[in-house]
C-alpha cells in the first residue's frame, strides 16, 4: 500500500503546499493507487516537512525523492518523447518555483498582515488560545527561513515586480501548449500544475492571485489540469473565464 501523508484539503484545493500536491498530482498522473494521511506535526517527519511518501513500509521525505522511488519502483517515464534540451528547461523551470516563487508565496501567506489571520483561523483556529501561541511560533520560524532565504529581505512592493516577473515566465513558456510537456502532461506539470493552482484558487490578498487571474493561457491550463488530475474538486477548483 501506498500512502502520501499530507496537510489534507483547505482553501478549495486538495492541500495548501505546493509540495505535498505536486506529488499528489504525479501519483495521479501515473495511475498509482494511494491513500492518504493527514499530518499535523510535520517536525516529526524524516525530514521535518511534508510531503512524505510511506512504501513497502519506508517513509520518504522531499516530494522529489519520493518521485525518485515511484519512479523505480513503477519503471515509470512520463517524460517519453521529450529532448533533452526540454528536460533541461523543465528541470530550470522546477528550480525557479521551488526556489523563489515558493518564498514569496510564502511570505505573502502567513507574514502578510492581510493573510496570516487566515492561516492561524485554518490551521490552529479549533486549538483556542494554545492556537494563537503555537500560530506564533510557527510564524516565527516561516520568518526567520524567509528571511535567511532572502526574499523578506525585500519590500513588498518589490516582491510584487518579482512576482509580475514569474507569472509572465510561467505564460511565455507554457505559449500555445496544451499542457507544459506538450500535447500530454509531464513529469514537470505536476510541479507546474501545483504552483499555478495554489495561485488561483486559495483566497489570498496576493499579487500572484491578481495577476495570475488576468491570465487566460494559465486559467485554461489550470483547467485543463484539474479536469483530467482533480475531477472530485472541480466544485471548488474550476475557474470561469
Not at 505535498?20 to 516529526?44: G, N, Q, W
Not at 490551521?123 to 524567509?146: A, E, H, N, S, Y
Not at 510584487?160 to 500555445?176: C, K, R, S, V, Y
Request: hydrophobic share 40%.
Amino acid at each position: 500500500m501506498i500512502i502520501l501523508q499530507k496537510f489534507g484539503p483547505h482553501f478549495g484545493v486538495p492541500d495548501p503546499s505546493p509540495f505535498v500536491l505536486k506529488l499528489e498530482i504525479f501519483l495521479r498522473l501515473a495511475k498509482i493507487d494511494y491513500s492518504e494521511e493527514l499530518v499535523f506535526d510535520p517536525s516529526k517527519t524524516p525530514k521535518g516537512k511534508l510531503p512524505c511518501l510511506v512504501m513497502d513500509g519506508t517513509v520518504t521525505g522531499d516530494s522529489e525523492f519520493a518521485i525518485a522511488e515511484l519512479k523505480k519502483k513503477f519503471n515509470l517515464d512520463l517524460n517519453k518523447g521529450l529532448t533533452e534540451t526540454q528536460l533541461a528547461q523543465h528541470h530550470v523551470l522546477r528550480l525557479a518555483l521551488e526556489n523563489h516563487t515558493y518564498f514569496i508565496a510564502l511570505a505573502y501567506r502567513w507574514l502578510h498582515e492581510k493573510n496570516a489571520p487566515i492561516m492561524q483561523k485554518a490551521f490552529f483556529g479549533p486549538m483556542g488560545f494554545m492556537g494563537k501561541f503555537l500560530f506564533k511560533i510557527v510564524q516565527k520560524g516561516m520568518r526567520r527561513t524567509v528571511h535567511g532565504q532572502g526574499i523578506l529581505r525585500h519590500s513588498w512592493d518589490e516582491l510584487d515586480g518579482m512576482i509580475i516577473e514569474d507569472i509572465n515566465a510561467l505564460e511565455a513558456i507554457l505559449g500555445d501548449q496544451a499542457f507544459y510537456g506538450g500535447d500530454d502532461p509531464s513529469e514537470i506539470d505536476a510541479t507546474t500544475f501545483a504552483f499555478i493552482a495554489n495561485m488561483l484558487v486559495p483566497e489570498f490578498d496576493t499579487p500572484f492571485r491578481k495577476i495570475a487571474r488576468n491570465s487566460r493561457p494559465l486559467i485554461e491550463y489550470h483547467n485543463r489540469m484539474t479536469t483530467k488530475v482533480f475531477p472530485d474538486y472541480k466544485e471548488t477548483m474550476l475557474i470561469e473565464i
